[in-house]
């Protein structure tokens, strides 16, 4: 492991070395916070990096945009808690059977929209989460409007809802998992055939990728993260009502992986807390919250594009660079000394 | 029951119309899908329901006074950001999300300055039903149908009789060979934007009197006004007022005659369909394939 | 190996290809040359399925593939360079060319998301393919950058080089030497003549008449839709309607 290390460059070490930093940081929080609460609350970012990475394979990678996937969340979390309640299946293998039933889904609507132009697939989404939305409304037995309870988390034996640190473990683990998994994929065939169908999905075409099939298979992949991620917040929370899943909230996970960096493994991660700060001490001000939302948007659109991740990695390129002189002049000032 | 159903369709369809016509209006003429529409309903609702009720200006006042801020609201608009972003060359999906950005700075800023509570919108007229054909159904309604069909006709005159019209007309089918005959494209656009602002702020002093000036009302009939755009074909301006009164009307049908709290998911659905088996809409005129 | 029969297309009222027949041989270099407008990339484009076409046929060792998906011909083994550049911008020089490689690459879902040992195997093969393709070019030592970052020559070197990587039976070239100064215009000559070596066959649209008579074994010159001589390049140089498409026409 060490001496891989030291065949990296110094930025890439930089890199490795921040991220560890973060996961040590992370992994060691819970012994200093012990307010139940404020650890609820570091657990559902998990949710929320869960989601917006199920986005980013769609917009950041595959170059199509969705302002509905709310919607898979809410089929993920319904699906997950009808099972739970009903069957008696473990919940953990529900949240798993509800991710792929939200693929499923996703791939369903995905194949008529995979033919519209940005715009109008856009529309098709916001259509399609609105529809989603009124369906939950119109179904009694989800008792939509006073919410339904479900089932607490076990996995092997432990009950994970039983104490708050349980899930703030989880969900680092889950988190963990999804991101390796993407970057997995951003370096691999399927991926790299997504980004060239963001790119030029005509001169895709004639180098041999059926558009049509990844643009499909993006839509799939970040539906089943997307439902797995409504599973998981409907079962950590304890509680879903079809209130949590009204259209314009989708949007929340857009402005995530644009402020944190499109087609980055750690921007859904910068987004999400972001956003889960902001949304807490903002808690009052919901108009003020709503502006100022709208506005990080437009600035990050207009002057980085990039993300945060974008700016990280130029902070990251400097300090890189500094270190190199740094070491340089060392070995020049021993050179001259012997 | 049969003509109060097709009566409140009518009306309905023909807001829906024109709440799709400020978006088609756009499109054509620029290619944005423009989600910002929808909070200009808001923002027009909740000028002209202060001038009316708080000023005290009388309703036609009011409502060209209205149109006119608005107007001057969605030139200054298109001039001071979408057109920075259009140089920029911002790619269309993004520019999408511009919109939508600008909608929420738009829908959190009439919150701060409005109030998240509704206004009640008092009535223009003092009777307040009318009787038509064993229907009873409010002036407002009737009024709202009328002008519908009154801004209709001012927007066809306007692209197809005047010079500005006709220039944005040349602007949309090729903004370069537009700029070669000596028409400002910049101008252009901001005309076009600033009549989808007037059209938005018709919608907002029709529906005000119908659900009340709310911060929630552009989201609550935006989605309409696309689906009715949608359904005629997105762009084309007379398409968008056929696809509202269609719209209106099976909506007005499902809530009349199977349950009220289904219609809006048929709505919804419908222009969900229409988009997945006939994204051009009835009347062909963009394409929008994709590979 | 590519034979055309009878293609028309038309844009609205335009006939921008009028009946045009022909035969590309294996393992030969056929050019295609005429006045600029005169459809041929329009024909380029019925052969490699992006255009459709309702009247006549293409066919592809002998089998019909008239009309056929883009990415269904290019499995089957044609490949093609573009008049404009069509480079995926944002992504490294080696991951384009390694989309060339994409159908040839089995692996599937479960590999790329969880990189079996198997699928590490293929990916290693796959770059040491698309490698090889960058040196054809000259290209291996900008594979790291980012392809919107090389220059217009160097960007037409390297769609050459991801359709290699696609592993052709024939290769389309679409002006390859546009935009080219003579230098790299004489490399081009040596990197196409070494692509016939390889038992590719070539059928290359050319403006620049010096170009394609030297590299050319078989030659048709088409104006306004119409396929008007074919033959040797000699024998297309010295033919009067080919004289007086070039300097009477354009």
Request: aromatic fraction near 10%; proline fraction near 2%; include cysteine.
């Amino acid at each position: 492991m060490l001496t891989r290390f030291k065949t990296y460059t110094t930025q890439e070490k930089v890199t490795r070395c921040a991220i560890l930093a973060l996961a040590v940081v992370l992994l060691v929080l819970p012994l200093f916070v012990t307010n139940s609460y404020r650890l609820y609350f570091f657990s559902m970012i998990g949710v929320y990096i869960i989601a917006a990475s199920g986005l980013d394979v769609l917009v950041g990678m595959s170059g199509q945009m969705s302002f509905g996937h709310i919607a898979f969340l809410a089929y993920g979390g319904y699906i997950s808690v009808l099972l739970s309640n009903y069957t008696g299946i473990p919940v953990i293998i529900c949240m798993i059977i509800a991710a792929f039933a939200s693929a499923g889904i996703g791939m369903v609507i995905a194949v008529p929209c995979a033919k519209l132009r940005a715009q109008f697939l856009v529309l098709a989404t916001i259509a399609f989460s609105f529809f989603t939305y009124q369906l939950i409304c119109n179904l009694h037995f989800l008792n939509p409007y006073r919410g339904l309870y479900t089932e607490h988390m076990v996995l092997f034996g432990l009950d994970l809802n039983s104490d708050y640190r349980y899930t703030y473990y989880f969900s680092f683990a889950l988190v963990a998992i999804v991101l390796v998994l993407k970057s997995l994929l951003s370096k691999s065939k399927a991926g790299r055939a997504m980004m060239a169908v963001r790119d030029n999905s005509r001169s895709a075409d004639g180098m041999g990728i059926n558009v049509r099939h990844y643009k499909v298979l993006a839509f799939a992949i970040s539906a089943f993260l997307c439902g797995f991620a409504g599973a998981y917040m409907a079962h950590l929370t304890g509680f879903i009502v079809s209130d949590s899943f009204v259209q314009p909230l989708s949007f929340n996970f857009v402005l995530m992986i644009i402020f944190g960096g499109t087609n980055t493994v750690f921007g859904p991660v910068i987004g999400a807390f972001m956003y889960q700060l902001l949304n807490e001490l903002l808690a009052s001000a919901q108009a003020w919250r709503s502006v100022l939302y709208g506005v990080i948007v437009l600035i990050f659109i207009a002057f980085l594009p990039g993300g945060c991740v974008a700016g990280l990695r130029r902070a990251g390129r400097g300090l890189a660079k500094l270190i190199d002189k740094n070491q340089a002049g060392k070995e020049t000032a021993r050179n001259d000394k012997s | 029951m049969l003509i109060s159903v097709i009566i409140a369709g009518l009306v309905m369809g023909a807001i829906y119309g024109m709440v799709g016509l400020g978006f088609s209006i756009i499109f054509r003429a620029s290619g944005i899908m423009n989600l910002a529409q929808s909070e200009m309903i808001t923002l027009a609702s909740l000028i002209g329901v202060t001038l009316y009720q708080t000023v005290g200006l009388s309703f036609w006042l009011a409502l060209a006074l209205t149109m006119l801020i608005m107007f001057a609201f969605g030139a200054l608009l298109q001039l001071g950001i979408i057109s920075k972003y259009s140089d920029r060359g911002v790619a269309g999906i993004y520019m999408v999300l511009v919109t939508l950005g600008l909608s929420k700075v738009i829908n959190g800023g009439c919150e701060l300055i409005f109030g998240a509570n509704p206004i009640q919108f008092p009535s223009v007229f003092s009777v307040s039903t009318v009787n038509i054909l064993g229907a009873f159904v409010t002036p407002e309604r009737i009024l709202s149908f009328f002008l519908s069909a009154l801004g209709m006709l001012v927007i066809h005159l306007f692209l197809t009789k005047t010079k500005v019209g006709i220039a944005t007309r040349a602007c949309a089918s090729d903004a370069v060979a537009a700029e070669a005959c000596g028409i400002n494209v910049v101008k252009s656009n901001a005309v076009v934007w600033g009549l989808a602002s007037a059209v938005a702020a018709m919608c907002g002093m029709m529906l005000g009197p119908i659900y009340g000036a709310a911060i929630s009302l552009g989201s609550k009939v935006g989605t309409k006004g696309m689906a009715s755009s949608v359904s005629g074909g997105f762009g084309n301006i007379y398409g968008a007022m056929v696809g509202g009164l269609l719209l209106g009307i099976v909506e007005s049908f499902v809530g009349g005659y199977v349950n009220s709290t289904m219609k809006d998911m048929v709505a919804y659905l419908l222009l969900f369909l229409m988009l997945c088996v006939r994204p051009t809409g009835l009347f062909n005129e963009q394409a929008v394939r994709d590979v | 190996m590519i034979r055309a029969e009878n293609v028309t297309v038309r844009f609205g009222g335009v006939v921008a290809v009028n009946d045009v027949s022909m035969h590309v041989e294996k393992g030969k270099v056929t050019g295609l040359i005429g006045p600029n407008g005169a459809g041929k990339t329009t024909l380029f484009n019925t052969i490699n399925g992006v255009q459709k076409t309702p009247e006549g046929h293409v066919y592809f060792e002998g089998k019909e593939i008239t009309n056929g998906k883009g990415y269904k011909l290019c499995e089957a083994g044609i490949s093609r360079t573009y008049q404009q550049i069509n480079l995926f911008l944002s992504m490294s020089v080696l991951n384009n060319v390694m989309i060339g490689q994409h159908c040839r690459i089995p692996y599937g879902l479960v590999g790329s998301l969880f990189h079996t040992p198997k699928m590490r195997r293929q990916e290693q093969a796959a770059r040491e393919e698309c490698i090889k393709c960058l040196e054809l070019v000259g290209m291996a030592d900008k594979k790291d950058l980012p392809a919107g970052a090389l220059a217009y020559g160097e960007q037409r070197l390297i769609e050459i080089a991801r359709a290699l990587a696609t592993k052709p039976k024939v290769l389309l070239l679409d002006e390859p030497a546009a935009g080219m100064n003579a230098t790299e215009k004489l490399t081009l000559n040596n990197i196409i003549q070494n692509i016939t070596k390889m038992g590719i066959t070539v059928l290359i649209i050319e403006h620049d008449m010096a170009v394609i008579m030297e590299i050319s074994d078989y030659v048709y010159v088409m104006d306004d839709g119409h396929l008007i001589a074919e033959g040797t390049p000699v024998e297309v140089q010295n033919n009067p309607a080919v004289i007086a498409a070039y300097l009477g026409g354009a």
